[in-house]
């Protein structure tokens, strides 16, 4: 079942929904990312004359932690939506089902953080269908939590086998890979960066079998260079990963893929925003320094397959993007993104920490997607089925 397809009138919708925002030390909302994102769902719901009854964890409490409530959010989430909600502190038993069954249709009710009881992490199946329990429908709009099997992310789905649908949050998370991944339209390029090679093993060769340009960048790349014979002085490297990554430039050739590594880099003589710094060739690094962003005329390299593209997908920044002398690399990534973007491409940024990157320099509005769920998306592109996925789907 589709969310447009679906009349909630008259309906008690329990969504699952990501609020695990940051607060500061106030116990103030830092960043509502989540939070808006969940909106078009909730609204949805009430346009329809259904109440949204909205469940969420937050935080990693053990046991119930006033520090981790849910009542936190709630101005936030008012200021939002833009109408009062009511907020229970439990999210299971008598008392919040009678507070949900005196609600009226156009209602938003908050349970407690469902992370106060230890049966959501264990996906519980008891827990799950006391969840259930509260509402006649069930969405899953939380993308961030899809890859756990959690009580409300995935088991909570059985309880509902004709009457749950996705979010649009999921939704679009969805449509945006399958768009990316699954598409006939060409060229299709995957920047991948970040720190190692090991934790993007099994989304680049993954890519293999359907990108037509792969573009490596960040700390990883190091480990390319010193596996083709260069000189990388003190950089990042995995040895471990030296014969791996020649398979992966193998790999690429057998499949025609277009492999493309940094060649200048700026390097730096301490892991510091204030270290002094040179540009130099990617493979030519005296010992002693190390290469912490790539270089103008790798930027530029990748810009020309970037611009050329139909289909981008980013994962990963170029360089240490978090010190301001190393971010450029990662800065012209984005800016050529939302260039390629505005000429028809479509962009999709996913995954770790190229989301904080292209959100730092406040260009997220220019590509077509940026994924909320950074493990999720990640094992989505690793080809994984996602268990709040799967749960909808079957
Ligand atoms: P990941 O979570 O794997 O996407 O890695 C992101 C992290 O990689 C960021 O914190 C970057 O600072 C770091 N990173 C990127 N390039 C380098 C580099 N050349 N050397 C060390 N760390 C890097």
């Not at 909630?8 to 919708?13: I, L, R, S, T």
């Not at 936030?76 to 299971?92: G, M, R, S």
């Not at 014969?243 to 025609?256: D, F, V």
């Not at 240490?320 to 973007?341: H, R």
Request: hydrophobic fraction near 40%.
């Amino acid at each position: 079942m589709q969310i447009d397809n679906t009349n909630f009138e008259n309906k008690k919708v329990i969504i699952r929904v990501d609020f695990n925002v940051p607060l500061d030390e106030h116990f103030n909302v830092t960043d509502d990312t989540r939070i808006r994102a969940a909106v078009p769902t909730i609204q949805k719901v009430l346009k329809d004359g259904g109440t949204a009854i909205l469940m969420s964890h937050l935080g990693r409490p053990k046991g119930k932690d006033d520090k981790f409530s849910l009542k936190h959010i709630i101005s936030t989430l008012e200021k939002n939506i833009a109408q009062e909600v009511t907020f229970v502190d439990d999210c299971i038993g008598d008392k919040v089902k009678s507070i949900i069954d005196n609600s009226t249709n156009g209602d938003v009710i908050l349970l407690e953080n469902l992370r106060f009881y230890s049966e959501e992490k264990a996906g519980d199946e008891n827990f799950a269908q006391q969840l259930s329990y509260l509402a006649d429908y069930y969405i899953n709009d939380a993308f961030g939590t899809a890859h756990r099997a959690h009580a409300s992310t995935a088991v909570i789905a059985k309880f509902f086998p004709n009457d749950k649908c996705f979010g649009y949050l999921i939704e679009k998370e969805i449509i945006s890979v399958d768009k990316v991944l699954n598409s006939d339209e060409k060229p299709l390029t995957a920047i991948v960066g970040g720190a190692k090679v090991s934790s993007k093993i099994t989304i680049i060769e993954r890519l293999l079998d359907s990108v037509d340009n792969l573009i490596i960048g960040g700390g990883m790349a190091y480990t390319f260079i010193k596996a083709q014979g260069g000189k990388i002085g003190n950089s990042l490297v995995e040895d471990d990963y030296l014969e791996l990554a020649l398979n992966i430039i193998k790999k690429a050739k057998e499949n025609n893929v277009t492999l493309l590594l940094p060649i200048d880099t700026i390097i730096a003589d301490d892991f510091n925003n204030n270290a002094n710094t040179q540009l130099v060739a990617i493979d030519n690094i005296p010992e002693g320094w190390m290469g912490l962003d790539i270089g103008e005329k790798s930027s530029n390299l990748f810009k020309d397959t970037i611009l050329d593209s139909k289909l981008i997908l980013w994962n990963g920044p170029m360089g240490v993007f978090e010190m301001e002398s190393f971010q450029k690399g990662t800065i012209d990534i984005a800016l050529t993104l939302a260039k390629a973007t505005e000429n028809d491409a479509f962009s999709l940024v996913g995954g770790g920490d190229s989301v904080a990157a292209i959100n730092k320099f406040n260009l997220g509005k220019k590509v077509s997607h940026v994924s909320t769920g950074g493990g999720a998306m990640l094992e989505y592109l690793e080809g994984k089925q996602l268990p709040g996925i799967a749960a909808i789907l079957n």
